[in-house]
């Protein structure tokens, strides 16, 4: 040690702490990942795993926890954990298909912008920037409310409002890829676009794509759920997280866990998508260079 | 097996490139701007023809518009006596298998996120030139062709060197078996060692395969090296042509002149004299009105004849962009 | 061989790089004295080491990774590798100056060249507003870049990468250093424009008496620029000689490898 320095450039970053990130990182997408498992697996088993039937009522209500209702009973003596596991279904089907089909509209309008250029992208910008404009909820309400609060409009309501940002996610990578010299050296072998677009620039940008993709489905849900507390979700009598809260919100000081379950749930799967988001960039080292 | 031979001949040469213009127009804030003026010259089959420049000459955007990776604004390009300039998109592809690219960069010019073998597997599914069981095999040839270990063919590009991944990118430009390549720069990323074994790369190549290359730098000495004929680009414009003989014994353009006189020489002494002379200063290049009399004394707004002068058989010099 | 008085002076200097992904050693064991106005040239290719040397010198690290050092580099009487880091800070830049291969990105791309100038003076000079405006100007001259006063106002986009790569040579020479290390400072530039920086780093040296570095793969560029040449390999100087020498009789394989390599204009080629 007598002559020896340890030394690092660009003092902002500590060497240390820049080791630890690819760890950090791992931990957090495992996180993430066993979270979503969680998530996806009582969603999808509900029917099974719900102790009761969601929508039987029963004269005991508003009842706290025993060892029969675990999160007691709501209003009209539903079971509310059976309605939380139930409700997951509708309140997680309007956002992965919501933010499936915005991906998708994402992808499409992202790709045309970014790799055609010129008009066509003056255009979609232009038009895209105009939604962009709005607030998301408040479009989102406007929307609904013109429409009718029914699933699929729901649905499509999401889904029209996150297609800019995704638009945008997809586009930004785009331009800097398609300039990049193996995209010239494909053309120039005679691949067609469609090749060039598919093979060498869309692999490029997946990365912040998934990011971005998780980062949505954590708004999403929490769009989705703010909806129905307002009424604008789908109709009762199937439950939905936004829907319970709504009902419940009186009765708050009678049965506390009629809120504080459907809330835990809220927050449990919008915390499942951030800590996805952040793992997955940190691992897929989205950000910095490549 | 070669397009269009028929129609030509085999005397004719395998390039030929007339008035070759470049506009890009004006943008909001940036004039209309004349990247390539009346560029023209022929590629014989198995010949180098050298094409050097300062950056921002329009070298590279003559190695593109040639290749029709570049609109083009006037001219024509011919390769076998084929019209490329007027293709439709479908068949200009099918051509392509004719003419390939290698570029400067060898770092950027290969798909990071695909395999050797992915990256040569390409141009093959492109142009349907072997059946899908015959992949793997051609491309251990084209590794073999380039001197690579077709061990290496499912490993990424970022387990390269510069040099080996330059190999690569060669080795795609030949999977589909070319006449003609345009090479651009593909040394000056690399050190000289590496330089060098690129360069007898290419040679053997030419011998072995009777390409044309088209061959594109920055720098006099490394062209001297590669090709047997030369020429030299300023502003758009080729100012000085002939063969590397010609050229180099006698350079006749001032802007030739200045590119032998910045180029280092590898004696301490004389180059200590030559960095104490005043610099070169391209500055000093006007371009001359085509309504005065040039510096061969002809005024070719009269004579209507193009402002070009032939200074010995072969060797021609333009009189823009030289004091009168 | 050794200078009478060095100003630098590095003894048995070792650089290992750790990495995410890797350790290296980039710098196994060199030697070498610069002496107070003397140029040298590093030569050799890329990884032999020459560019982390001159980063272990101003106590750099590649970005992502740190740098273990070993070894002893003395600067004018002052042992670096030791000190801390805000005194390191004041070597940089106004004793030691660097000038990089890549002007593009040396550059704040935001900031007019004159205001990151003005800035640096300040800073190590504490010459205020207009003074340090008059230096800016001054020196901006000084590096041959025409109309002076108003490129100062320009953004670094607006320059060509010539007349970039003397904007980065008049903030290296803004607090006048010592010793200018040029790390491949004409490696992305034409030949022409090469000739133009080189004649440049030539007659400030000459004026202001200053020690210079000057690393690069291409024979060609040390040739008329400097006294001594070291050539490395393999994180080690295998050759040591005067300028003269190495080109007149270079010993070791590597060097004459390196030489033989680099394309003349004077010898022809095989080119069908």
Same mark, same amino acid.
């Given at each position: 040690?007598?002559?020896?320095?340890?030394?690092?450039?660009?003092?902002?970053?500590?060497?240390?702490?820049?080791?630890?990130?690819?760890?950090?990182?791992?931990?957090?997408?495992?996180?993430?990942?066993?979270?979503?498992?969680?998530?996806?697996?009582?969603?999808?088993?509900?029917?099974?795993?719900?102790?009761?039937?969601?929508?039987?009522?029963?004269?005991?209500?508003?009842?706290?926890?025993?060892?029969?209702?675990?999160?007691?009973?709501?209003?009209?003596?539903?079971?509310?954990?059976?309605?939380?596991?139930?409700?997951?279904?509708?309140?997680?089907?309007?956002?992965?298909?919501?933010?499936?089909?915005?991906?998708?509209?994402?992808?499409?309008?992202?790709?045309?912008?970014?790799?055609?250029?010129?008009?066509?992208?003056?255009?979609?910008?232009?038009?895209?920037?105009?939604?962009?404009?709005?607030?998301?909820?408040?479009?989102?309400?406007?929307?609904?409310?013109?429409?009718?609060?029914?699933?699929?409009?729901?649905?499509?309501?999401?889904?029209?409002?996150?297609?800019?940002?995704?638009?945008?996610?997809?586009?930004?990578?785009?331009?800097?890829?398609?300039?990049?010299?193996?995209?010239?050296?494909?053309?120039?072998?005679?691949?067609?676009?469609?090749?060039?677009?598919?093979?060498?620039?869309?692999?490029?940008?997946?990365?912040?794509?998934?990011?971005?993709?998780?980062?949505?489905?954590?708004?999403?849900?929490?769009?989705?759920?703010?909806?129905?507390?307002?009424?604008?979700?789908?109709?009762?009598?199937?439950?939905?997280?936004?829907?319970?809260?709504?009902?419940?919100?009186?009765?708050?000081?009678?049965?506390?866990?009629?809120?504080?379950?459907?809330?835990?749930?809220?927050?449990?799967?919008?915390?499942?998508?951030?800590?996805?988001?952040?793992?997955?960039?940190?691992?897929?080292?989205?950000?910095?260079?490549? | 097996?070669?397009?269009?031979?028929?129609?030509?001949?085999?005397?004719?040469?395998?390039?030929?490139?007339?008035?070759?213009?470049?506009?890009? $127009? /004006? #943008?909001? @804030?940036?004039?209309?701007?004349?990247? &390539?003026?009346? *560029?023209?010259? =022929?590629? %014989?089959?198995?010949?180098?023809?050298?094409?050097?420049?300062?950056?921002?000459?329009?070298?590279?955007?003559?190695?593109?518009?040639?290749?029709?990776?570049?609109?083009?604004?006037?001219?024509?390009?011919?390769?076998?006596?084929?019209?490329?300039?007027?293709?439709?998109?479908?068949?200009?592809?099918?051509?392509?298998?004719?003419?390939?690219?290698?570029?400067?960069?060898?770092?950027?010019?290969?798909?990071?996120?695909?395999?050797?073998?992915?990256?040569?597997?390409?141009?093959?599914?492109?142009?349907?030139?072997?059946? $899908? /069981? #015959?992949? @793997?095999?051609?491309?251990?040839?084209? &590794?073999?062709? *380039?001197?690579? =270990?077709? %061990?290496?063919?499912?490993?990424?590009?970022?387990?390269?060197?510069?040099?080996?991944?330059?190999?690569?990118?060669?080795?795609?430009?030949?999977?589909?078996?070319?006449?003609?390549?345009?090479?651009?720069?593909?040394?000056?990323?690399?050190?000289?060692?590496?330089?060098?074994?690129?360069?007898?790369?290419?040679?053997?190549?030419?011998?072995?395969?009777?390409?044309?290359?088209?061959?594109?730098?920055?720098?006099?000495?490394?062209?001297?090296?590669?090709?047997?004929?030369?020429?030299?680009?300023?502003?758009?414009?080729?100012?000085?042509?002939?063969?590397?003989?010609?050229?180099?014994?006698?350079?006749?353009?001032?802007?030739?002149?200045?590119?032998?006189?910045?180029?280092?020489?590898?004696?301490?002494?004389?180059?200590?004299?030559?960095?104490?002379?005043?610099?070169?200063?391209?500055?000093?290049?006007?371009?001359?009105?085509?309504?005065?009399?040039?510096?061969?004394?002809?005024?070719?707004?009269?004579?209507?004849?193009?402002?070009?002068?032939?200074?010995?058989?072969?060797?021609?010099?333009?009189?823009?962009?030289?004091?009168? | 061989?050794?200078?009478?008085?060095?100003?630098?002076?590095?003894?048995?200097?070792?650089?290992?790089?750790?990495?995410?992904?890797?350790?290296?050693?980039?710098?196994?064991?060199?030697?070498?004295?610069?002496?107070?106005?003397?140029?040298?040239?590093?030569?050799?290719?890329?990884?032999?080491?020459?560019?982390?040397?001159?980063?272990?010198?101003?106590?750099?690290?590649?970005?992502?990774?740190?740098?273990?050092?070993?070894?002893?580099?003395?600067?004018?009487?002052?042992?670096?590798?030791?000190?801390?880091?805000?005194?390191?800070?004041?070597?940089?830049?106004?004793?030691?100056?660097?000038?990089?291969?890549?002007?593009?990105?040396?550059?704040?791309?935001?900031?007019?060249?004159?205001?990151?100038?003005?800035?640096?003076?300040?800073?190590?000079?504490?010459?205020?507003?207009?003074?340090?405006?008059?230096?800016?100007?001054?020196?901006?001259?000084?590096?041959?870049?025409?109309?002076?006063?108003?490129?100062?106002?320009?953004?670094?986009?607006?320059?060509?990468?010539?007349?970039?790569?003397?904007?980065?040579?008049?903030?290296?020479?803004?607090?006048?250093?010592?010793?200018?290390?040029?790390?491949?400072?004409?490696?992305?530039?034409?030949?022409?424009?090469?000739?133009?920086?080189?004649?440049?780093?030539?007659?400030?040296?000459?004026?202001?008496?200053?020690?210079?570095?000057?690393?690069?793969?291409?024979?060609?560029?040390?040739?008329?620029?400097?006294?001594?040449?070291?050539?490395?390999?393999?994180?080690?100087?295998?050759?040591?000689?005067?300028?003269?020498?190495?080109?007149?009789?270079?010993?070791?394989?590597?060097?004459?490898?390196?030489?033989?390599?680099?394309?003349?204009?004077?010898?022809?080629?095989?080119?069908?």
């Amino acid at each position: 040690m007598s002559d020896a320095a340890i030394f690092s450039l660009a003092g902002a970053e500590p060497a240390p702490r820049r080791r630890l990130r690819p760890t950090a990182g791992r931990l957090l997408l495992g996180l993430g990942l066993v979270m979503l498992t969680i998530l996806v697996l009582i969603t999808l088993l509900a029917p099974l795993v719900a102790p009761f039937d969601p929508s039987a009522t029963s004269p005991q209500s508003l009842e706290g926890s025993s060892s029969q209702h675990w999160l007691g009973t709501d209003a009209i003596g539903r079971d509310v954990l059976s309605r939380i596991i139930v409700g997951g279904r509708t309140t997680l089907f309007i956002t992965f298909t919501a933010v499936s089909l915005a991906l998708l509209a994402g992808l499409v309008l992202g790709l045309l912008s970014g790799y055609v250029g010129g008009w066509v992208d003056e255009v979609i910008m232009r038009i895209l920037d105009v939604i962009f404009a709005f607030p998301v909820f408040l479009l989102a309400i406007a929307v609904v409310a013109a429409l009718g609060p029914t699933v699929p409009n729901l649905i499509l309501t999401i889904a029209i409002v996150y297609t800019p940002a995704m638009s945008r996610v997809v586009r930004g990578p785009v331009l800097s890829v398609k300039k990049w010299d193996h995209v010239e050296a494909a053309r120039s072998i005679g691949m067609s676009e469609w090749r060039i677009v598919t093979r060498h620039v869309l692999p490029m940008v997946v990365s912040p794509i998934v990011v971005a993709t998780s980062l949505t489905l954590a708004q999403t849900i929490f769009t989705v759920t703010a909806l129905s507390f307002l009424g604008l979700g789908p109709p009762p009598p199937d439950p939905n997280w936004g829907g319970m809260l709504a009902d419940a919100r009186q009765f708050m000081e009678l049965a506390p866990l009629t809120v504080v379950g459907p809330a835990a749930a809220i927050v449990f799967a919008t915390l499942t998508f951030i800590v996805l988001a952040n793992g997955l960039r940190e691992v897929l080292d989205v950000g910095s260079e490549r | 097996m070669i397009m269009g031979a028929s129609q030509t001949g085999d005397d004719s040469p395998l390039v030929e490139v007339r008035d070759l213009t470049v506009t890009f $127009p /004006a #943008r909001s @804030r940036h004039p209309a701007f004349t990247a &390539l003026n009346g *560029v023209t010259f =022929d590629i %014989a089959r198995g010949e180098t023809l050298g094409l050097v420049g300062q950056s921002g000459s329009g070298k590279t955007t003559t190695g593109r518009a040639v290749l029709q990776l570049q609109k083009i604004s006037r001219g024509s390009v011919k390769l076998h006596g084929r019209e490329l300039t007027a293709m439709r998109a479908d068949e200009l592809r099918r051509m392509r298998r004719h003419m390939q690219f290698v570029l400067q960069n060898p770092y950027s010019s290969l798909h990071p996120r695909m395999t050797i073998a992915q990256t040569l597997t390409e141009p093959l599914i492109v142009h349907q030139a072997v059946t $899908p /069981a #015959r992949y @793997r095999e051609r491309v251990a040839e084209l &590794l073999e062709l *380039v001197s690579m =270990d077709p %061990a290496i063919m499912d490993r990424y590009p970022h387990e390269f060197s510069g040099g080996q991944r330059q190999r690569i990118v060669i080795a795609r430009a030949l999977a589909v078996n070319p006449d003609f390549v345009v090479c651009d720069e593909p040394v000056s990323a690399l050190d000289v060692r590496t330089q060098a074994q690129i360069v007898s790369l290419l040679h053997s190549l030419q011998e072995k395969l009777k390409l044309s290359y088209l061959f594109i730098a920055h720098d006099l000495a490394i062209v001297h090296e590669v090709c047997r004929k030369v020429a030299v680009m300023y502003r758009g414009e080729i100012v000085e042509k002939g063969s590397v003989s010609q050229v180099y014994d006698n350079p006749t353009h001032p802007y030739t002149q200045m590119l032998f006189d910045s180029a280092p020489v590898l004696d301490p002494s004389l180059q200590r004299q030559r960095l104490r002379m005043p610099p070169p200063e391209p500055a000093t290049l006007a371009a001359g009105h085509p309504d005065s009399a040039c510096a061969f004394g002809e005024i070719h707004a009269v004579s209507s004849t193009p402002a070009w002068h032939e200074v010995a058989p072969g060797h021609g010099v333009s009189c823009r962009y030289r004091p009168a | 061989m050794t200078a009478s008085d060095p100003i630098l002076s590095v003894r048995d200097l070792t650089a290992r790089i750790v990495s995410r992904k890797q350790i290296v050693d980039a710098v196994k064991g060199v030697s070498f004295d610069i002496a107070r106005g003397e140029a040298v040239g590093f030569v050799g290719e890329s990884g032999c080491g020459k560019s982390v040397t001159a980063r272990a010198i101003m106590r750099l690290a590649p970005e992502g990774t740190r740098v273990e050092l070993g070894g002893s580099v003395h600067f004018d009487g002052q042992e670096l590798l030791p000190m801390s880091e805000a005194a390191m800070r004041d070597v940089r830049g106004r004793r030691i100056a660097m000038v990089f291969q890549d002007p593009m990105t040396s550059l704040n791309p935001v900031i007019t060249v004159g205001a990151q100038i003005d800035d640096i003076l300040r800073r190590h000079t504490g010459l205020s507003g207009r003074a340090a405006r008059a230096r800016t100007v001054e020196l901006l001259d000084q590096v041959g870049i025409p109309a002076p006063a108003q490129r100062a106002d320009d953004y670094p986009h607006q320059f060509s990468g010539g007349m970039r790569q003397r904007v980065l040579i008049a903030i290296a020479i803004s607090c006048d250093p010592d010793l200018l290390i040029a790390d491949e400072p004409t490696t992305a530039l034409d030949v022409t424009v090469q000739a133009q920086i080189l004649r440049l780093l030539l007659r400030l040296r000459e004026e202001r008496g200053m020690s210079l570095m000057l690393i690069t793969h291409d024979f060609g560029v040390v040739a008329g620029m400097v006294e001594r040449v070291n050539v490395m390999y393999g994180g080690r100087i295998v050759e040591a000689a005067s300028v003269d020498d190495i080109f007149r009789a270079p010993t070791h394989d590597y060097t004459r490898a390196l030489l033989a390599a680099v394309p003349r204009l004077d010898r022809h080629g095989v080119a069908p």
